[in-house]
């Protein structure tokens, strides 16, 4: 339990941390599902959840000042309280959310509260003419955040793993049954949403040709990759050669014109 509590704590605290490390993505369900799994001693289950638990988040994001449920803490907390407890995909999918939601509800308690306090700090020490302390309270700000949502994903991971097993059996068994069938849904929700945002007519071939080659052809991925590079070398070999014959043209047609 030791081990396991240190090790939720690390992964919290790198996970929130990827603000710091550019735009890594290494808080997302699919990345903190590897790391969890890998603790609990099960890669393989923590890939499948973490995957899943990414589906459901796909569509959530910040719009203005909207903040969505933390899918970091939600992500790591269901995936470790159901690897840690033997259950499966759909219950991590009945977690996710309540937990991401307390994350929410932290985020909004600094939002609000905590990180207004520290800019009004920040204006008086501007006014001080401490320029110098007055930009650190942005880095104050930062690090209060990390510590805080990683120590409350500890604690709740410490709480939550006595306690998992009660707030099951107060769940109606339909709840988790329906939460098993949109196990199955979302993949396909999640590439819907992928394809309706980069869907166009110059992509509408690839996807077309991808899917010729998952469905009748039964290739691999790896191999339907290939396909599709092979198809677009060939477009820009082809559209080279327009490009190059229109310019040779409009040159040789400059060239009589100047002769004549």
Known sequence: MVVQTIGIFLIALIANMQDFLGASFIGRPLVTGLFVGLLFGDITQG???????????????????????????????????????????????????????????????????????MTHKADKLVEQ??????????????????????????????????TVDMILDLIPQAFIDGMNIATNILPAVGFAMLINMTFSKKVAPF????????????????????????FAGIMYIILDTIEKSKGQNNNGGEEQYDDF
Do not use: W
């Open 47 to 117: 890939l499948i959840m973490g995957a899943t638990l990414e589906l459901a988040f796909l569509g959530l994001m910040g719009v203005g000042a909207t903040v969505p449920p933390d899918e970091i803490i939600g992500g790591i907390l269901a995936t470790a309280l159901v690897l840690k407890n033997g259950y499966g995909v759909d219950v991590a999918l009945t977690l996710v959310l309540p937990i991401a939601a307390l994350g929410l509800a932290i985020k909004n308690i600094l939002y609000v509260i905590i990180f207004p306090a």
């Open 129 to 162: 003419g401490k320029i110098k302390q007055a930009a650190n309270m942005h880095l104050i700000a930062s690090f209060t955040r990390i510590i805080m949502m990683t120590t409350v994903t500890t604690v709740a991971f410490v709480i939550g793993s006595s």
């Open 207 to 230: 996807f077309f040709l991808g899917f010729v080659c998952s469905a009748y052809l039964q290739l691999d991925m790896i191999a339907t990759a290939i396909v599709g590079a092979i």
